[in-house]
Structures are given as structure tokens and as C-alpha cells.
């Protein structure tokens, strides 16, 4: 029975100096089994089914370097598209290339000497010639048999045909012979694209292979999204794609494979282009040139057309988008009769396609554009004008569409009237990468009058900062900056949004809070602005500025919008201040939240309330209100999501990965961190908390190197142009990875560089993790009195404050102080410590307490030998470490769980596991999957055992373990295996 595969995967494309093609071959992990699978299981059939261009040859060519098919015999025709092709043509080239370099494995039959004055070159291996019949149809079945026997003959072989769909007939009659009865070891393939076979079936309908022959058709489609991403990346050398950019080029090239690398190819700086996204990426593919080859084959098709058919192909080409019979026949003033006979023509060429019901259009982006080139410049003025005046008719209009049909057929008030009115209609709806295109395309027109540009500018102006399309949006504000037609009313409102734009890229927060602090002085005449510029500047996480400069900024906004009458502007206002107030442990914030509608009347004030939810649910995660933030989180996500606010949404879900990461909620958060991290790359506030994370799970899991990348990336290195919250945290995940490495001088510097940090910023607030790591770091190398220093002013600074982690914290740090010093009190303050991070909920942290407070107790119990009533309840037995090594295996924390059965190997604890021990089979372990992703990680045996607490031969037998289970040679082949490697 037929086995039908369908995929989304390719071949791959380039640039002048990059590699045309992948190296790897990408997501058709399926459809190469498939092949493989029946190739080796003969005698078979496999059908290789797909569009042009889509990588058939490439998904073929994987097959016979396969390692799997070492021993099999290959021969291989390449059918053409001849007028006039040779009967068995295609065939017989391919017995007669294999003729020197096969030699039979049993003996031929003497029918196989027919084929002496077809393949004169295996006259050596041949039987002679039989004797001549006289009946054609009898010496047409005697050559079909003579090359069954033939092939038979030679054992395990895959004979792969190449484009059958160009085949001469009597190619096509032997084959189906030959289908009817496989040879013994045989396997036959052919390719072929659906759309050039009659019926889409290669071999026509009344092909039949035997019953008991392997028959499979693999259908090989076009790449998606994250193909196009993947391919592209791997052609380029692995270097970054924007998500933006791989959805842009998969629209334009309909995910073939040919396609894309013809359109990387065109590319000027393709290694550069693909890190673009919004506009900037459009514009960059709409600008490269249409690759020859397409423009090429463009041309030959529409050279085969007729008159009405090529002018309703080129009409289709100008409208852009798929479209109706009706619309077309308007446009050429065909008759409805006239236009269905010329789309089935220019269908059946294959030019045009039928994309959706009675609608027609191209199979992608560079075909269009490759047959809209061919027409002269006043034909292609002439078709736009001809459809912006049949669309102005639509109800509702196509904006969009009309603005762009204006702007080629030269109509330039109609361009400016259609473009701004999508832009405010995009904006309405939240739509904001359309609403900025629009208006950024109108403003580099230099015809425009200053009132126009004034006008446009502040449209842009308030748009800007609500999208993800940062890099572009800024060169255009600045830009504007230096327009003289920019009027000084206007300047004021540019330059802040400037400055917020700057606040969320990598390097620009201190340029960015420059150009808001410059604003305020523009924005007198604008009272609105000027306390919104204000709110920004207000808000406590920008840079090392410390909080009292933000208290003060605070305190101008409440006093400026106290009496203030615009309740949507009240609202705005209250969704940054009252957070900002929140994140700093201010208990009155509280109050202002509650003045937070529970509803609104337009989409710009819903925005402003999902920011609002959204903003409170990330200071509740840095101050530890963790079970609250969780509620809003849902609320804003929602509300975001209702009118359409794609920036409200990506820090919402850096917050969701960060209460997940606090919480304990690990399983598949660091997939899901760097999903998010490449797709929020240069969006600053969410890229750095994102970093965070991967780092904090790093470190938890002991993956050193892996750790400290990440934790750089939160901006250590460059405070003033980081989020502060962000970077004491990536402070303390340091300690936490300097210590687990036991290098404490090196931890002591670190604890004093971020406690400088958090002295010079004023947020102890926002320490809880960094000063008890810090305090232990110091008791570490005796520094006891720094140690307790830093635990006094911690204390000091966040009483009264409303930050329920830092009070969890405060416990902590009296407690090693006190263990330090041999206080009795050292086992109730580390108790107390634990139980306030079960209750933030912070497990993670509440296990780290809770082995801080065994170790304390083991420690004491062996100076004292002499187990008090504390040890009754079994505290101050080592076997304590074996439940702590679960609750850290539990959250994924790998480390700390060798850590602590490490520690109940020391004290001669032995512990079996509650589960019993279960065999894996030919699947990894958890322990052998923890080994794989170090060595993947480029550790050595050495350095993984150090982290697991295992000697060196015990990694060594692990190694060779996940080798072995993984049929691979050596530790470099497992590096660059895929990550999913549990299924071998």
C-alpha cells in the first residue's frame, strides 16, 4: 500500500560570497527516513513527488551519500525536456554510464544479448544477440525483459529517474513494466513534479506494482517559516535570522528552496540583511533585483502565451495580490468568457495559479515581480491608475492598496490622502509596523509641504514606540531631527519619541534618557507630553541613575496629573508611575493601582490598561509578589492581545518566563527563553531579562560556559546602558556560578562590584538574591565585617519597604552571619529564611535555604557530637541531602542535585532510589542525557565530572554510554547532532 509523507523543508540559497546551497540538510528528517527505509528494503518503489525548485535532487543526492545504502549499486537518468526525446533514451544512458563500473553478480540470462546494439559499451559483460523476431510488439517485450534480467543481475541497486514528468512514452512503458514485476534486490525511484503530469499521476492510472513490492510516494512541499529561518541560517553560515526577516522571505518566496537561494543570492549583503526585520527587511527584498534565471524563465513562459493571455498575466502581476475573475476582466476589458480562456492558458503554462477560491495569482512574490518588469514603464502606470480607480469602489477601501496603486501611477495627492489614512486606520487597530511603513514612505518624499511634514511627523511620532520595528523607526525620527521642514511645534514630540526608541536598544539607554531629559525643554507649550516625558524618566529599572533622581520624577507626575480632567490621559499616566512606584517597594502604590478602571471605552485606553497589568506584573516579579503578578500578567496579556499591542505583549512574556523561572516552573523554559530571545533580540528590556533566565537555568544546571555568556548579555559589563534590575540579578547568578565553581576570591570581587552597583542605584530592593550571595561570598574569604556591613545597610534600606523577597532575604543573611560566628540562632534564621521563600513561592531559593540550613545542622551536630532535640526530627542526619538532590532534580536544577548526593557520599550515606531502578534500553538516561549536554557544550570528561561530582572514569563510561546508543563515532559528531537525542 502507498506510504504518503508530506514535509516543509529544502534545499537553500546565498549571496555573491556565501555557499549556494546548505550544507545540512534541513527539516526533511521524515521524508530522507521514508526513502531510506524502502531503498533498503527492497524490491521497491518510491515516488519523490514536488513543485519545481523545492529540492527534490538535493533530498536525493542525501540519499545515496547516505551511510545506510554503503553497499548498493546507483544508476541514475536525468530526463530533459526534449521535443523530439529518444525512445529509452534516458534509460539506456543510464545502463550505459553504469556498464564500466558494474559487474554482474550472476550470471545473464541470454535474453540480455538483445541489448548488445542498444549498450555497445557492456558488449563485454553481454550474451550474444538472440535471434531477431519479426514482430515488433514481441522485440518491444523481449528489451523489457532484457533489461529486467539486466538489472536483476546486478544485485542491490537503485536506479533514480529525474524529472519523469519529461519522459519520452516508451521510457514511461518500460518503467511501468518493470514496476510490475521489481527485480529481487531493486529499488526503483523516480521525481516528478504533480502539475506536469496528466492527472498528477507519473506513470499514468493504470500503473500497478505488484502486491508484494514496498510502495511509497514522498511528497516534498515548500519550507515554512521556520524552515526558510533555519536554511537560511545554515546557507549563511549559522549566523542569526530574524523571525521578521524569515517570514518576509518566505512570503516572498513561497518557502522553494531554488527561490530562496536565487533571492539570497541577489542580495548585496545577505549575512547583514537577514538580522533586519519590519520595513527595513521589506524594503531590502522588494529592492533586490529579480534573479536572472526567473526572469528568464519568466520571460519564456509568457513568450508561449497568447496576447490575452500575457496581458491578463501582466495585469494580475500589477494588481499584486491574488484576484477575481471579475476584477481582471475590469481591468483588461476582456469579456468574462474571454478572461477564464486566458487564465486556464496562462495556468496550464504554469505562470499563474489559482491561490484560493476564483482567485489567481502567482506562486510567489518574484514571479509577480519578475512579469511585472517586463512591462514598459507607461503600461505599468497606466494598469495602477486603471486599479486605483476599480478598487476606490470597494466598500470597505483597500487603503493600503489604493495608497500604493497612487503612488505608482505618479497620483501624488491621492498617494498622501490613501497612505494616511491606512496609517490611521492601522493605528486604530494596533497595527502599528503599518502605520509606521505608511507614514515613513510619505516622509521621505521630498515634495511634501512643512505643514504636511509637521503633521505626519507626529503621527509617526505616536505610533512609533507602540511596535517592535525599532531600528528603522529611529533612523526616521532622527532623520525628521534634522528636516528642516520639521516645524519647531512638532520638534519637541520627535525627539521623545526618539528617546523612548533609543531606552529599548542595546546601547541606548543613556543616549535615550539624553533625548527625553532635551524634550522636557521643548515640550513647555505641550503640557501633556512634557509629564509624559517626565513618566519616563521616572521609571526606577533605566541605567545606574539612582532611585532618588527617579522618586523625584515620580513626585512631578503625581503633582502634574492630580487635578488633571482627561481621564485617558489620567489612565496613561497611572499605567507608569503607579508600577514604577510598585518596582521600588513603595507601599503606597497600591492606592494608585486601585484607581485603575476596570473597563474602557476605546482602543487606546484599552492599550494603556493592558500596559498598566503588564507593568505591575513585572515590579510584583522583581519585588517578590509573585502569585499577584501572575494575575495581572493574564489580565494584561489578554487585554493586550484584544486591541492589538505587540510591544505590551513581548515584555509580557519575558515576564511570564521570569515568574516561571522564580516560581519553579522549568520545563521548557530555556527552549521557550532563547524562542523568545531570538525573536525579541533587539528589543533591550525583554532580550536582557531573557538572557537572565538562560543564565540562571545555566548556572543551575552547571553549564559554566553557557552560563556566563548569557549572564553577559544582560549588560554587566555597561550598567548605565542596562536595566538595573536585571544586571544585580545577573550579579548574583554569578556568585551563585562562582561559587558552585569554588573560585570564592574571585566571587568576593564580584560581590563587592554589584554591591557597588546596588550602593551607587540605591536598590537594595531589588538584592534579595544578590546580598545573601554576596554575604556568604565575604564570610568565605574572612571578610566578616564587610560581610556585615553589607548585611546592616541591606537591612536598613528595605524596612518598611513592600518586597516580599527581600524580606524572605533578610533571615538569610542574619543567619550565615550568625553560623559564621557559631550563634545559636543560626538553625532558627535559616529555618525562617526557607520558609518565606516556600511562601513567595520561590522553591528554587527555598531549596537552596533549606541546604544551607542541613549542612549548618550536620556541621553542628558533628562539632557538638551531641544530637540535641533539634536532631530528633532527623534535621541533622546527612540523609536529609538525599530529599534535597530530589526537590533540586524536581525543578531540573542538575547541579545542586549532585551537589547534595555528593555531600551524602562524603557523610557514608548510601540511598536507593523510591522508585526503583528502571532499565533504558537503547535510550539515554537522565544521567547519560545531563553527560550529552555537556560534551555538546565542548566539555571535557575532566569538567564534567567536576560538575556532576563524579570521578573521571564514571564520565568516561557515560560517554562511551551515549556514543554507543547514539551510533556516532566520536564526541565532535555529538556536538553537532541536533539537541533531540532522547529517541535514538
Known sequence: ???????????????????????????????????LDYATDSPSAIFV??????????????????????????????????????????????????????????????????????????????????????????????????????????????????????????????????????????????????????????LGPACRSSASDKTATVVVGPLDVSGVQRLTAAILGDCFVSPDFAARLHERTAGIPFVLEETLRALRDPAG??????????????????????????????????????????????????????????????????????????????????????????????????????????????????????????????????????????????????????????????????ATSSLQALLDEADLAPSDVGRLAGKLSRVAYTGLNQHEVTAALERLLSDSRLPASVRGEVRLALGLLLSRQSGGLESGRTAIT?????????PQ???????????????????????????????????????????????????????????????????????????????????????????????????????????????????????????????????????????????????????YRDLLPVASELSLIMGCLAVATGQWQRAERHLRDTGMDEPNNAYAPVVVNAYAATLRMLSAQREHDRAAEIADIGIRLVRRKEAWVWAAELVPGAVAAQLRVGRVAAAERVAETFDTAVAGLDAPAARAARPMCRGLLAARCGDERAGRLLEEARDRAVNLPAPYFAALAAERLCRWRVERARTDRDRTAESADGCADPAAFGALAEEFDALGATHDAARCRYALREHGVTQSSRRGRRGYGEQLSPREEEVCRFVRDGNTNREIARVMFLSTRTVEQHVANVLRKLKLGSREQLRHRSPDHRRV
Open 1 to 35: 500500500m502507498a506510504n504518503a509523507v508530506r514535509s516543509s523543508a529544502g534545499h537553500t540559497s546565498h549571496h555573491t560570497t556565501v555557499r549556494t546551497t546548505s550544507p545540512v540538510l534541513v527539516g526533511r528528517t521524515a521524508e530522507l527516513n521514508t526513502l
Open 49 to 202: 513527488e514536488g513543485e519545481a525548485g523545492v529540492g527534490k535532487t538535493r533530498i536525493v543526492h542525501e540519499l545515496i551519500e547516505h551511510s545506510r545504502l554503503a553497499g548498493k549499486r546507483f544508476l541514475t537518468a536525468h530526463c530533459q525536456p526534449m521535443r523530439e526525446p529518444f525512445p529509452y533514451g534516458v534509460l539506456l544512458d543510464a545502463l550505459r554510464a553504469a556498464g564500466n563500473r558494474i559487474t554482474p553478480v550472476t550470471e545473464l540470462s541470454p535474453v540480455t544479448g538483445v541489448l548488445r546494439s542498444y549498450l555497445p559499451e557492456l558488449a563485454g559483460i553481454l550474451p550474444p544477440a538472440p535471434e531477431q523476431l519479426h514482430d515488433t510488439r514481441a522485440e518491444r517485450h523481449r528489451l523489457f525483459r532484457a533489461v529486467r534480467e539486466l538489472l536483476d543481475a546486478f544485485g542491490h541497486t537503485v536506479l533514480i529517474v529525474e524529472d519523469l514528468h519529461w519522459a519520452d512514452e516508451d521510457s514511461r512503458d518500460l518503467l511501468r513494466f518493470l514496476l510490475a514485476e521489481l527485480p529481487s534486490h531493486f529499488t526503483l525511484l523516480v521525481t516528478y513534479r504533480r502539475e506536469e503530469v496528466a492527472g498528477g499521476m507519473p
Open 273 to 434: 540583511a537577514v538580522r533586519t526585520d519590519g520595513v527595513r527587511a521589506r524594503r531590502l527584498l522588494e529592492e533586490a533585483e529579480v534573479p536572472a534565471l526567473l526572469r528568464e524563465a519568466a520571460l519564456e513562459r509568457l513568450s508561449r502565451l497568447s496576447d490575452s493571455a500575457r496581458r491578463t498575466t501582466q495585469t494580475a502581476a500589477v494588481l499584486g495580490i491574488p484576484a477575481s475573475t471579475r476584477l481582471l476582466g475590469d481591468m483588461t476589458a476582456f469579456s468574462a468568457e474571454h478572461v477564464r480562456a486566458a487564465l486556464t492558458e496562462a495556468i496550464e503554462a504554469g505562470i499563474l495559479f489559482e491561490c484560493g477560491r476564483a482567485r489567481y495569482g502567482f506562486r510567489h512574490a518574484l514571479a509577480r515581480q519578475a512579469v511585472y518588469w517586463t512591462l514598459p514603464g507607461p503600461d505599468r502606470e497606466r494598469l495602477h491608475a486603471r486599479a486605483a480607480t476599480e478598487l476606490a469602489r470597494a466598500v470597505p477601501q483597500p487603503l493600503v492598496r489604493l495608497a500604493e496603486h497612487s503612488r505608482y501611477a505618479g497620483a501624488h495627492e491621492d498617494w498622501l490622502y490613501y497612505a494616511e489614512a491606512a496609517s490611521d486606520q492601522a493605528g486604530e487597530v494596533g497595527d502599528a509596523a503599518t
Open 518 to 526: 532635551n524634550a522636557i525643554d521643548e515640550l513647555t507649550g505641550r
Open 529 to 679: 507630553l512634557w509629564v509624559k516625558a517626565m513618566s519616563v524618566l521616572a521609571q526606577p529599572y533605566i541605567g545606574a541613575v539612582a532611585l532618588g533622581e527617579h522618586r523625584a520624577w515620580m513626585g512631578e507626575v503625581d503633582r502634574a496629573v492630580e487635578d488633571e480632567p482627561d481621564a485617558s490621559f489620567r489612565l496613561s499616566m497611572l499605567a507608569n508611575n503607579a508600577p514604577a512606584q510598585l518596582m521600588i517597594g513603595e507601599p503606597s502604590a497600591w492606592r494608585a493601582i486601585e484607581r485603575l478602571p476596570t473597563s474602557t471605552d476605546t482602543s487606546h485606553e484599552q492599550r494603556d490598561l493592558a500596559r498598566a497589568h503588564c507593568n505591575i506584573a513585572d515590579s510584583c516579579s522583581w519585588v517578590g509578589h509573585f502569585e499577584t503578578a501572575r494575575g495581572y500578567l493574564n489580565s494584561g496579556i489578554r487585554l493586550a492581545n484584544d486591541c492589538g499591542a505587540p510591544f505590551i505583549v513581548s515584555t509580557a512574556r519575558a515576564t511570564r518566563a521570569h515568574l516561571d523561572w522564580v516560581t519553579g516552573h522549568w520545563h521548557g523554559l530555556a527552549e521557550r527563553a532563547a524562542t523568545l530571545h531570538e525573536e
